[in-house]
């Protein structure tokens, strides 16, 4: 069955960085766009970016873009989320996602989530 | 941005009655708009896609209806495992790709 860990969160002081990751199983990785989305304690979901399969389209959110970089690893079955410059406001869970095969635009499967927290 | 509005923010139905949850679009969004439930403690979970169409293995007892800017999530005969966050999300227009700000679903 599909499966997608994230891993790498924890506590961080704001302007430092941290990196994400997020192992998938369970499906043909490299045919399947992966997202990012985020959820602050208590609030709703944000979308954070997209990569596409073969990882040369890449979309953000505005409040990352610039610093925040999705990348993928097709032969490790692995995406990442480098996350530079943080700030307080970045606490959050940070799910991956996997896009839908028709449009990879809609999340059909998702993991559990990664908590990030930026203080200091 | 589309911008999405789900009402009402949050609503609370007997085992066994219907629920209804309306999300609006800033812009049309022709059928790119999909319901998600999160449970507590829990990762978001695709119910509807396309507007109408279910996920794989959701119960027929949820119904997603609209085009354009308004829709709609149906939920009948309410179980007690209903209880969670409704959240509805288009992909129309991105990036960004973009969520409603969630029905809280309580199931008295």
């Known amino acids: 069955q599909v499966q997608l860990v994230e891993s790498g969160g924890g506590v961080v002081q704001p302007g430092r960085s941290l990196k994400l990751s997020c192992a998938a199983a369970?499906?043909?990785?490299?045919?399947?766009?992966l997202h990012w989305v985020r959820q602050a304690p208590g609030k709703g979901l944000e979308w954070v970016g997209l990569?596409?399969?073969?990882?040369?389209?890449?979309y953000y959110g505005d409040s990352v873009r610039g610093r925040f970089t999705i990348s993928r690893d097709n032969s490790k079955d692995i995406v990442f989320l480098q996350m530079d410059s943080l700030r307080p406001e970045d606490t959050a869970v940070y799910y991956c996602s996997r896009g839908d095969p028709a449009t990879h635009t809609v999340s059909d499967f998702w993991g559990q989530g990664a908590l990030v927290t930026v203080s200091s | 941005e589309t911008v999405l509005t789900q009402s009402p923010g949050s609503l609370s139905v007997s085992p066994g009655e219907t629920a209804t949850l309306s999300c609006r679009a800033s812009q049309s969004v022709d059928t790119k708009l999909a319901w998600y439930q999160q449970k507590p403690g829990q990762a978001p979970r695709l119910l509807i896609h396309g507007a109408s169409t279910r996920a794989t293995g959701v119960p027929a007892r949820f119904s997603g209806y609209g085009s354009g800017t308004e829709f709609t999530l149906i939920i009948s005969s309410l179980q007690s495992e209903d209880s969670a966050v409704y959240y509805c999300?288009?992909?129309?227009?991105?990036?960004?790709?973009?969520f409603g700000q969630g029905t809280r679903l309580e199931i008295k």
């Open positions: 369970g499906f043909s990785f490299s045919s399947y766009a």
């Open positions: 999300h288009q992909s129309k227009h991105w990036p960004p790709i973009t």
């Open positions: 990569i596409s399969y073969d990882g040369n389209n890449i």
